[in-house]
């Protein structure tokens, strides 16, 4: 990277973390007013708005004054619909990259948060604000390790309770963690580009929302060679290519949860390894 393109990047941080303060003044309010009046449409329609801007404003640095590029399908996303979102998990990026797929035209997209980042400022507000599923992690002594991921699957279902009560996207990194190709040697992963993913999670997101009219949102990011979060900050990677396919919730029902997901990440590492063919 130039001095320039770090300074970009710089630049970029400090945008992104004061368009989160500036957006967060009037989400309190409008948070404040939902406690009063919490089944008002009108003011969740303002909620969202809010949340919108505060995405373009960072779409728009990051396109025109950063120079980061990527590309994306247009998805006519219901903004009454809700939604989960499985995505591979890459870099920091992955957030401002899923939000301007989805948020500028679909729902609100939620993530899961452990219960103790409530308490930081400016995170803690907008996971308090859109009722972000919170999840509380405490280790037992005795536990194993079935009975900590059957708990941990119980948690994330009771945790996800709360997006019935407004349409919203559900975003799970089924892989858990970030892909290095340490860790990929470390879990001995069966796919070329990926990490193994977690069905449990996901099939805990899937069971929250059973009963409900929503999309499964498969999310692919195909980053350059050599692309890093700080280097997407500076516009100094190559375009990042965004692919999707939207699946009805409802027909998956009878389907083996696992298997689909296994499936999909099958088709994700094909995808990878053709963008990442030398001949391409």
């Known amino acids: 990277m130039t001095a320039f393109q770090h300074a970009k990047a710089t630049a970029s941080l400090l945008l992104i973390g004061c368009n989160l303060i500036f957006f967060c003044a009037p989400l309190v309010l409008l948070a404040l007013a939902k406690l009063a009046l919490p089944r ?16 373009a404003v960072d779409d728009a640095w990051l396109r025109h ?20 979102v499985v995505c591979n998990h890459v870099s920091w990026a992955d957030i401002f990259l899923v939000q301007s797929l989805i948020a500028r035209g679909g729902p ?8 103790s980042l409530v308490w930081l400022p400016m ?39 709360v997006l019935r009560e407004a349409p919203s996207a559900m975003l799970t990194f089924a892989e858990g963690t970030r892909f ?15 990490l193994p993913p977690r069905a449990g999670g996901f099939r805990a997101i899937y069971e929250s929302l059973r009963g409900l009219d929503f999309g499964v949102v498969d999310v692919t990011l195909v980053y ?31 389907a083996d949860l696992g298997d689909w997901l296994r499936g999909r990440w099958r088709a994700k590492d094909r995808l990878l390894a053709e963008a990442r063919s030398p001949g391409d």
């Open 224 to 254: 350059p060679p050599g692309a890093t979060f700080w280097r997407f900050l500076g516009g100094a990677a190559a375009a990042v290519d965004v692919r999707a396919e939207v699946f009805d919730g409802a027909a998956l029902a009878d």
């Open 40 to 55: 008002s449409a009108r003011i969740r329609h303002g909620m969202e708005a809010v949340y919108r801007a505060a995405v």
């Open 108 to 115: 609100v997209v939620k993530f899961l948060c452990k219960r």
């Open 65 to 84: 004054a950063a120079g980061t590029r990527w590309t994306a399908p247009a998805l006519a996303l219901p903004r009454d619909r809700n939604c989960m």
């Open 123 to 161: 995170i803690g507000i907008v996971a308090w604000a859109f009722g972000f599923p919170l999840v509380k992690r405490d280790a037992k002594r005795a536990e194993d390790e079935a009975d900590r991921r059957a708990r941990d699957i119980a948690r994330v279902r009771e945790a996800c309770a």
């Open 180 to 194: 290095t190709a340490e860790k990929h040697r470390r879990l001995r992963s069966s796919y070329a580009h990926l």
